[in-house]
């Protein structure tokens, strides 16, 4: 969830992005969006930085 707090903030008027986490779950909810295409820009941005997040872990676990 900290690898997505950068993208936590209001990017247009109106819209917001709120994460939480439950157990090994992680939730985020975008709100506010007024256009499809800035919608698929910001999941987008969310899956990056997901996968940016997982990789990390996944190599500094393997470095052990």
């Known amino acids: ?3 997505l ?3 936590n903030v209001t990017k247009d008027q109106g819209m917001q992005i ?3 986490v439950e ?4 939730n985020v909810l975008i709100k506010g ?4 295409e800035t919608l698929e820009a910001t ?5 990056r930085c997901m ?5 990390s872990l996944s190599e500094a676990s393997t470095r052990k």
């Open 5 to 7: 707090s950068p993208d």
């Open 51 to 55: 996968r940016a997040a997982e990789t």
């Open 23 to 26: 157990g090994r779950r992680l």
């Open 43 to 47: 999941v987008q941005d969310v899956f």
């Open 33 to 36: 969006c007024e256009r499809v």
């Open 18 to 20: 709120k994460a939480s």
């Open 1 to 3: 969830m900290e690898a």
